[in-house]
C-alpha cells in the first residue's frame, strides 16, 4: 500500500508521455500530454462515451506557477481530469491552442466536475482562458452537509480524505510550489497532480452517487443525483 509512480512510455513527438500512479493498490493511467490532438481524444474516449441515462463524474484540478510577488498573478498551467482508473494532465501552458472538444467537455450540462473550492478553479479557467464549467460540486461543501459537520466545509482534500476513508495523502508542500510551467514535468509533479484529480473524482462520485439522501448544487442547475 502507498502512492507511487512508473513512466510506461513517450511519444516520438516527446508532446505526450504515459505513467501508471498507484494509489494504495488503485492503478491510474496518467496521460500528461500538450497536445490537441491527444486531448480530444482523450475527451472523446472517456467523457464523450454512452453513460445510460446519467451525468458523469469526473474530478477536476489545476495548478499554476505560484508568484511571490504581490499583485501578480500566473495563468492555469495544467488542468488534471480524473474520471475511473484514467487521469489526464493537459500543458495550457505549452498548448499551442486549446481545442473546441475542451470548451464543450468543460460546458456540457451532463457532467458534474467535483473537487474542493472547485468554484474558484473555475473562475480562474474562465479568467485565464475563457473556459467555461456549466456544472460542478464542492466536496468540502456536501461532505459538510452529508456528515453535519460544518467544519468540513473550511477542510481541503488532504483532511477529507483521510478523515472520511481513513487514506494517507500526501501533498508535499515542496511540490505544490513548483513551477507548473515547465515543459517536462517531474515524476514528483505528475504523482501530486494525479492523486489530486484522483481524489477529487472519487469523493465527489462518492457522495453523489451514494444514496443521494442530500442535496447537491450545481451551478445553473436544480439539486439533483448523479449517477455514472
Known sequence: MGIYIEKLRTTPKRSTNVYAVTIHSQIITTTVTSSRTVL????????????????KVVGLDIEWRPSFTRGVKNPVAIIQ??????CLIFQL???????????????????TYTGVKI???????????????????????????EFDEKGFKRAGLKTLVETL?????????????????????????????????????????????????YKLYFVGMDATCVQC
Not at 517531474?186 to 457522495?207: E, F, L, N, P
Open 40 to 55: 480530444s481524444s482523450w475527451i472523446r474516449d472517456h467523457l464523450q462515451a454512452p453513460c445510460s441515462r446519467h451525468r
Open 81 to 86: 481530469l480524473c474520471i475511473k482508473s484514467c
Open 93 to 111: 501552458h505549452h498548448a499551442s491552442s486549446i481545442p473546441k472538444s475542451l470548451y464543450n467537455a468543460l460546458d456540457n450540462p451532463n457532467i
Open 119 to 145: 468554484s474558484g478553479d473555475a473562475k480562474k479557467l474562465e479568467e485565464d482562458y475563457g473556459l467555461e464549467i456549466a456544472c460542478f460540486a464542492d466536496i468540502a461543501a456536501m461532505a459538510a452537509e
Open 165 to 213: 476513508t481513513g487514506e494517507e495523502m500526501d501533498k508535499p508542500k515542496h511540490v505544490a510550489l513548483s513551477n507548473w510551467e515547465v515543459k517536462k514535468l517531474t515524476c514528483a509533479q505528475v504523482q501530486y497532480a494525479c492523486v489530486d484529480a484522483y481524489y477529487s473524482y472519487r469523493m465527489g462520485k462518492w457522495m453523489i452517487s451514494g444514496k443521494c439522501l
